[in-house]
């Protein structure tokens, strides 16, 4: 009986120490996993930080960029060929839009290049007077008329 619960008592101090030890890895386990997570948001918050600094100073490039170009687009040798890229692009979306102007069927103001909604007699911005193409029999009646007149005032002097 004695020895059974010595041999007993030997067995759950053992089943102790391996529980113990097992114990001690899960814990070194888990301050490993939590340091790692630690790391991995810090890094992932460092990140996060220096994109956004990255994409401030982006930002300001581009509002220089742009004040720059303003004081300088209209330099005949401009001292950055972006100034001169950027004209070109700008040239472009222009022609871009007239003709995109064309397909929609509006038409441009030809005092200040507003797209005219409808047919307006006067531009609504800056009251240029607007004219319509007129059909072709009209327009050579009209073209007649006035080489007459022409004729008629070369005459008269
Ligand atoms: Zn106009």
Same mark, same amino acid.
């Given at each position: 009986?004695?020895?059974?619960?010595?041999?007993?008592?030997?067995?759950?101090?053992?089943?102790?120490?391996?529980?113990?030890?097992?114990?001690?890895?899960?814990?070194?386990?888990?301050?490993?996993?939590?340091?790692?997570?630690?790391?991995?948001?810090?890094?992932?918050?460092?990140?996060?930080?220096?994109?956004?600094?990255?994409?401030?100073?982006?930002?300001?490039?581009?509002?220089?960029?742009?004040?720059?170009?303003?004081?300088?687009?209209?330099?005949? *040798?401009? %001292?950055? +060929?972006?100034? !001169?890229?950027?004209? /070109?692009?700008?040239? @472009?979306?222009?022609?871009?839009?007239?003709?995109?102007?064309?397909?929609?069927?509006?038409?441009?103001?030809?005092?200040?290049?507003?797209?005219?909604?409808?047919?307006?007699?006067?531009?609504?911005?800056?009251?240029?007077?607007?004219?319509?193409?007129?059909?072709?029999?009209?327009?050579?009646? *009209?073209? %007649?008329? +006035?080489?007459? !007149?022409?004729?008629? /005032?070369?005459?008269? @002097?």
């Amino acid at each position: 009986m004695n020895g059974y619960f010595i041999f007993f008592k030997r067995k759950e101090k053992k089943t102790m120490n391996i529980l113990d030890g097992i114990g001690e890895t899960l814990n070194n386990a888990y301050n490993d996993v939590s340091k790692k997570a630690k790391d991995a948001s810090g890094i992932a918050k460092l990140s996060y930080k220096i994109k956004q600094k990255e994409s401030f100073i982006s930002m300001q490039y581009g509002a220089i960029g742009k004040a720059y170009f303003e004081d300088h687009k209209d330099d005949a *040798e401009p %001292a950055y +060929e972006g100034v !001169s890229l950027v004209n /070109d692009a700008l040239k @472009e979306i222009d022609e871009l839009r007239e003709e995109l102007a064309k397909i929609k069927g509006a038409k441009k103001c030809p005092g200040c290049g507003a797209e005219l909604k409808g047919e307006p007699a006067y531009c609504s911005k800056c009251g240029t007077k607007i004219e319509y193409d007129e059909p072709a029999e009209e327009a050579k009646t *009209e073209e %007649a008329s +006035e080489t007459e !007149s022409k004729s008629e /005032d070369f005459f008269a @002097e």
